[in-house]
């Protein structure tokens, strides 16, 4: 069982989730009988693959499970992934897996750049990381579902107002259902992003208090943007809300949703090739220094 | 000959001739009675809609064969009192291979006239539950009727023939409103007039969930009237701006020659409208709505061209899955014919495996009298051997026959085989 368990490969589920977004795009070409199938199976054999490789990570992990870059933006494509599963089983006539599967591989690709050592971490401020891995991860989840939401609208409405049937294969909800997710996902994004970021700084005061090597310095490209990017998401769903009784609320509701998801994919690629000292663990020689000049808390 | 059938559909039979020979339940009842007297041992199935009139006959091989065409055709002139040489030109009549591809065809909505309706396939099924009831079914239009709900099932999974709405009230509520609106039991719906497509849209809407309905009219009375039948509220045209800003949606069909609802009056509806979508279908000619308004946020304003266009664009989808369609009823008539066929050559099979098993047992008995010390297992080795042999004989024939059958009756083996084996009917 163990040497199955370390046998699933990242390649494994991706590959799972490829096939089942080709089966899914596949609905634009032709008619089959039995796609519907097989990119349920697919996506499902994918979801339990990744499961199974997440929990193998957890289960072997040194420090506390799931705790590198590697493994938050794996999480962050398992529950995307679980999600489009579920609405696709909720909604077998939408192609929710078309808009969802591509982040998802996203995700996974920048899973696959990320580092996969764990996030430096002390007893003191193990909580307080979780909390800040939690929140900023739900917000990612939010603004992605929202941008879904918000992409599908844009489709949906443009259809509606060229007076064309819906594409055959290609029927998604209503504009109705997609407005109101794509709000709610940017109120949620907001209150998370707003929330781990505020974690964050109680975090890293934590640390800086107790004099760790964990510290990042207020001015580290990942703390501005983030920064930023709760700014900005918290703006998005402070004009959301107050259009949300207009006329053009929904489409502007929807566009925001889109700009959002394009703030977090800077904000994410800006994380990989920027130089910081967020999560990054000491040095064996800094680690020394630490111990041999730490004061007494 | 083992199948024939003879029928009028809206394409050849007038309607005031389609009217009079349309068979309602009781009457295609009584017909199916007459039909068991009038041909014993035959099977019989009618089938009668508004838009066609058709009767299937079959007989099993061997047995006195279908009455022909022209005899169903006076068959049935005379279940409806009518005038068999009124008939005889407009009914078309078939036989065998070209009756099951005609079943097939009408059970999958082919020869509908509204291409890919589904409606039919429940009327086929009830016209053959009808012939079991009224005894004149039997195995072989059993099998036919069986396999032509099957292949109309395909058609429907395999083609989206069915799947494009053609009507326009059907289009303008599932394909437009339902993509605005979720859910209508929450909404307002606001008929605007009171026309014939009015009441048919509001049927859609009414299944999609729609409950809060209310009904303007220029003459109360009338609106009244039609609130009372579709169960809907009456208002006042007097109050037309403040219906519109309750409404989410509205279906218009005044016979007004200029604009109902103008731009200037929509611009001051819209601000107490606080943002809600405003969805018209505007089924007036000419428009009850100004086509300005449709330019204006959150309101999707269709036209009845509009919606003509989609229904046009339905229609065309449909056509192009013909031919996918026409494959399936191909590919099913085919395998039809061919266990048909096959079937036919049963009894010459049955005959050929008897008189081989006879002249096996024989020569066993001969061999076992000879070796009386052999035992009970030794036996049945042997028989088993036997059994083996004859199988292994038997089954080059019996392949060729079913390759031979796929492409229609093999008169030529059957014949064969029984001249080689001297096999006696």
């Known amino acids: 069982m163990i040497e199955f368990l370390s046998g699933i490969s990242v390649v494994c589920f991706a590959a799972s989730y490829g096939v089942a977004l080709a089966c899914e795009a596949s609905r634009l070409v032709f008619r089959s009988g039995v796609r519907g199938a097989a990119m349920i199976a697919f996506a499902a054999a994918g979801l339990v693959a990744h499961t199974l490789f997440l929990a193998w990570r957890a289960a072997t992990a040194p420090a506390i499970p799931l705790s590198s870059a590697f493994d938050w933006y794996l999480l962050a494509a398992w529950l995307l992934a679980g999600g489009s599963l579920w609405l696709t089983l909720a909604n077998p006539r939408t192609p929710v897996g078309l808009f969802l599967l591509p982040v998802v591989l996203g995700l996974i690709g920048a899973a696959q750049v990320s580092s996969r050592d764990p996030f430096p971490q002390s007893p003191a401020t193990q909580i307080w990381g979780a909390v800040h891995g939690s929140f900023n991860l739900a917000a990612s989840v939010a603004v992605t579902l929202g941008a879904v939401a918000g992409i599908m609208w844009l489709f949906q409405a443009g259809r509606l107002a060229r007076k064309e049937p819906p594409l055959r294969g290609f029927r998604l909800p209503s504009l109705e259902r997609l407005a109101h997710v794509a709000g709610r996902s940017l109120s949620v994004a907001a209150w998370t992003a707003s929330a781990g970021f505020l974690s964050g700084i109680v975090l890293n005061a934590v640390n800086r208090r107790r004099g760790l090597l964990e510290t990042v310095p207020w001015t580290d490209p990942v703390v501005l943007r983030m920064g930023a990017l709760v700014a900005w998401l918290v703006t998005a769903a402070i004009v959301a809300r107050a259009t949300s009784r207009r006329a053009d609320g929904p489409r502007t509701a929807a566009r925001l949703a889109l700009a959002s998801f394009a703030a977090l994919t800077l904000s994410i690629l800006w994380g990989l090739f920027a130089p910081t000292r967020h999560g990054v663990p000491p040095t064996a020689a800094q680690a020394t220094r630490s111990v041999d000049g730490e004061a007494a808390p | ?425």
């Open chain 2, 1 to 425: 000959m083992t199948l024939a059938f003879v029928g009028g559909t809206h394409r050849t039979v007038p309607l005031a001739l389609r009217e009079r020979l349309a068979f309602s339940t009781e009457q295609a009842a009584e017909a199916l009675a007459r039909f068991r007297e009038r041909f014993p041992g035959r099977e019989g199935v009618l089938l009668s809609t508004c838009n066609r009139v058709e009767l299937y006959a079959a007989a099993a091989a061997g047995a006195e064969p279908p009455p022909p065409p022209d005899q169903l055709v006076s068959f049935l002139a005379e279940c409806r009192g009518l005038d068999a040489g009124l008939l005889a030109p407009v009914l078309s009549g078939d036989r065998d291979v070209a009756v099951v591809r005609h079943l097939f065809s009408v059970a999958a909505g082919l020869d509908s006239m509204v291409l890919g309706e589904p409606q039919i396939v429940a009327q086929v099924k009830q016209a053959w539950t009808l012939a079991q009831e009224s005894r004149t079914s039997g195995p072989l239009t059993g099998e036919m009727f069986q396999a032509a709900l099957r292949t109309a099932k395909r058609v429907a999974t395999e083609t989206a023939l069915g799947r494009e709405r053609l009507s326009i009230p059907s289009v303008a509520v599932a394909d437009f409103a339902s993509g605005v609106f979720e859910r209508f039991d929450d909404k307002q719906i606001l008929l605007l007039g009171a026309g014939k497509m009015a009441a048919e849209t509001l049927r859609y809407l009414r299944q999609a969930g729609a409950r809060d309905v209310r009904i303007v009219n220029r003459t109360a009375g009338r609106a009244e009237a039609l609130s009372g039948r579709l169960g809907a509220t009456a208002g006042r045209f007097e109050d037309l701006a403040l219906e519109l800003r309750r409404a989410d949606l509205v279906v218009s069909t005044t016979g007004a020659t200029e604009h109902v609802v103008t731009d200037a009056l929509f611009a001051r509806v819209e601000p107490l409208r606080e943002g809600r979508p405003l969805v018209v279908l505007d089924l007036a000619v000419p428009r009850d709505f100004d086509p300005r308004i449709g330019e204006r946020p959150g309101v999707w304003l269709y036209s009845i061209d509009d919606l003509g266009k989609a229904c046009d664009s339905n229609r065309r989808r449909r056509q192009r899955e013909l031919p996918a369609a026409q494959a399936i009823i191909d590919e099913e008539t085919e395998r039809f014919m061919g266990d048909l066929h096959h079937r036919s050559t049963a009894p010459v099979i049955e005959r050929l495996r008897a008189g081989w098993n006879e002249t096996g047992e024989a020569e066993l008995e001969r061999l076992f009298r000879r070796l009386p010390g052999l035992d009970e297992a030794a036996r049945a080795e042997i028989r088993q051997a036997f059994d083996r042999y004859a199988a292994k004989l038997l089954h080059p024939p019996l392949a060729s026959l079913r390759s031979e059958s796929r492409s229609g009756p093999p008169h030529g083996l059957l014949d064969a085989l029984k001249r080689l084996f001297d096999l006696k009917d």
